[in-house]
């Protein structure tokens, strides 16, 4: 770096440091955001420009918290860079009113220095919403997949929407914990609201029964529509010794049965009209 250049940035960070309060309420102007939110980030760049902190940690650290408030706060990314961006403009006047040949030429370092401060800004806004997203995501898996108790023993789980791969794991894991949880041995998988059953889902189906039986539990898969049923059949999918019921009351009866309860409608079991071979 030239003797020039040395003196130019000297020059613009002194100018900085001279305001004190004018720059911090014109930057606050400028980006249209309250005084008090930049307060702390504007005390850390005085820091910094003063050399007590050169590679401008505590100003990276404040701006990544920055970033993750705007996210919770609903702004968009280049809104939140653009409030950096504006400490420019805001001491660019100062540079414009000192009129020295050193301070203008200064000014091109503090625009690079603010515009890697605001790249930085606008890629952990990126990282803290794609963050956000993903939790968000996480948290509607569990409660689009609740496990429920139908009675002492029996658990159930209703399945609505697609039946993806991230999902199977899901439901997986909340039957297996709430059969571990409960000692139930009798668990139905109701697929009443899955709009249609293909070689995957049928696959994602197995798989959990199988890790359920695993855990000591018979299970029965119910919702098995008209439409279901052919498709399943076209497909040549194998359900094997797997109890399969049309519906959710049913799949229950069943497993009431099987679970030795005394309970009958009108005299008799709900499907008792199903002649089963199963002991």
Known sequence: MTVQAEAAIRRTKDLFLEQDGRLLDQWSEKANISADELRELYRA????LAGEDEDFTDVRGLLAEFSRTRVRQGYTPSETARTVFALKD???EIV????SPEALRGFAWFSRLVDDLGLFTFETFSNAREKVILD?????????????????????????GTLDSARTQVVMEKLLQTLMET?????????TGVPAVDTQVAHHLL???????LMGAECVISG?????????VTLGIEFGDIVTKASLADALAHALRRSGAEIKVNGRWPDEEETESSP
């Open 45 to 48: 760049l005085r820091a910094a």
């Open 224 to 232: 098995i529509r008209p439409q279901i049923a052919h498709t399943i």
């Open 136 to 160: 968000q995501t996480e948290q509607l898996l569990e409660l689009s997949t609740p496990v429920v108790k139908l009675w002492e023993g029996i658990v159930a789980v209703p399945l609505v």
């Open 96 to 99: 414009e009113a000192d009129g």
């Open 183 to 191: 000692g139930s041995q009798h668990a139905v998988i109701d697929i």
């Open 207 to 213: 798989k959990t029964v199988m890790a359920a039986r």
């Open 90 to 92: 805001a001491m660019y």
